[in-house]
Structure formats: structure tokens, C-alpha cells
């Protein structure tokens, strides 16, 4: 029973109000991947690089007992890369550059002995791409499905496609409002719901999430955090933290999925503290509960007697 997740696998160039890095290690499926393994072991990563993919980035992702073997290593190829600017309110993001590299031929590939996974996590790539993954899983069991604009723009069939199939969708909420047309998110998510998914989360930033199912709404918060230094990827670990607590717990009830999602609130929080994957790679299972137990602080309130 393992968790298998397939997405980018990136070098990206993010400038901050803060400061600004190039080259570090980023993708989908790698802030996936590292959010899970805290809960999930392993996690099986289905990705592609070039050949100039810095070693010690693999490194990085075996020591947190990620499964590598279908993440395919182009000769001659570069990795896939992603520039992003942020402005002072971090919520705004523009991204500079996209330079697909080893991803404009990738052909996804999940080696026999993985094809069983039960728990799949479809991290942000095309939707045609993933796909190609789901196609590949035998009876899968509980499958969590990440996009953003770009595809909704650009590919909005193939996602119309795959969400049918799909048990989660998460997106945010401009990506709900562009995907419906719909200005209000109420309205949005059943329209959502209507295409497929039986459970929407629409992550909004540092507002926290909404959870949609057939008969709850559920209103997550965000962590109340003074500092943030780099938004990439929170969307990505909230999906990890989500999918891997799923899979570790093994329990899709109700009030299970309404601690999923404050374990990948949580895990989105400690993403965003450092720059780059650094705030998801050393932690103790002990922070992330006592991380967890504030969440449930800071949103609970008694009824007046
Ligand atoms: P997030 O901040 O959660 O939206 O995720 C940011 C990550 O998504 C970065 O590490 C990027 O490398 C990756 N990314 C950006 N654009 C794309 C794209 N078009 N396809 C796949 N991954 C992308």
C-alpha cells in the first residue's frame, strides 16, 4: 500500500522581497514527496530531470526514504525550470520564466512493481500527463489530483477528463473562479463537485482552505505567521501533508479528511518559512503535532453558556 506521486521535479529562480535564489531544488512532486515522507514511507516519486540535476539534491530526497526509481534521468537534457517573482504581498506571484527542458518529452513510466499503489497524489504537470499516470494504476483506491491556471487556460479538456476520475481535486481560488466562471466560491465548488470530485479543497493562501464534501463545509485557518519568506510550494505541501496523513492513517472518514487537511495546512506552513524546499527537510514529527495542536487553538471557541 504505498504512495505514489508523480509531478514536476525543478530547479527554480525565486526573488523574494527578501532575497532571491537560483537553481534550488523545487517541482510539485518534490515538495509533494517531502511533505508525505513525514507521514508516508516511501513515497514513490514519478518525475523527470536532466542530467545536470545536482546530486546532492537526490541525496536529499533518499535520505527522506523517497523511492526513486521512476524518476527518469535525461542524458544531454536540462531540468525543467521555473523563475517566479513575488511582491510585498506575498500572494502575488509572477512567474518569469517556464523552461520545460526534460519535460516536453516526458513519457511518464510506473515500473511493474509500483503500478499497485493504492493512494496516488497527482502533483501539478499537465493533465495529459497525469493522465498517462492514472492510466497506468491498477485500482487505485483514494486519488488526490493538484493543477493551476496555466492548464485550466490551456488544456481545460484533458482536466475536465481527469477530474472525473479523481476521489480529491485541489486548486485555489482564482484557478475555482477561472475553472467555473463563477465570482463566488460557494456557487464554484458545487459546480466543481459536479464535474467529478466528491471531495474540492480550495486553498486560499494565507486565508487558509475550504473543504467541500457532500454534505460539510469545512473552513480550515491558515497559520498566523509574521514571517514568511518564500510562498513557493505551499500549495504543493499542503497536498503532501494532506495525501500522506491519508495514506499513513489509512481512515477516509469524515472527520478524518477534516485532520488531513490541517496536517497539510501545517506541513504548508513550515514550507513557507525558508526559502526553497529548506523548511520541509529537517523536522521532527514532534513539530508537526505540536504545530497541528495550535491549529485546533487558534480555531476553537466555546459556545456562551
Ligand atoms: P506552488 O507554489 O505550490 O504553486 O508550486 C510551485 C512549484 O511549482 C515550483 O517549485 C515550480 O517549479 C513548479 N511549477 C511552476 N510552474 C509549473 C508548471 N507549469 N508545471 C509543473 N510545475 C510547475
Redesign the pocket.
Known sequence: MSLLVV??V?L?TVETPFDKIEDAL???A??ISLAASYFSNPVILIGVVGSDFPKQYIELLEQHNIELEGLQIVDGEKT?R?GGKYHYDLNVRD?LF?ELNAFQNFNPVIPEKFRKSKYVCLG??GPDLQIKVLDQIIDPQFVVCDT?N?WINIMKQDLLNLIKRVDVFILNDSEARLLTEEPNLIKAAKIIREMGPKILIIKKGEHGALLFTEDTIFSAPAYPMEMIFD??????SFAGGFTGYLHQTRDLSPENIKRAVIFGSTMASFCVEKFSTKGLEDLSYLQIQDRFREFKKISHFDESD
Request: proline fraction near 4%; hydrophobic fraction near 30%; avoid cysteine.
Open positions: 509531478g514536476s525543478a527554480d523545487g517541482g510539485s518534490t515538495y525543467f521555473w512567474t517556464t501539478n504537470i493551476m496555466l510562498p513557493t510550494g505551499a500549495g504543493d
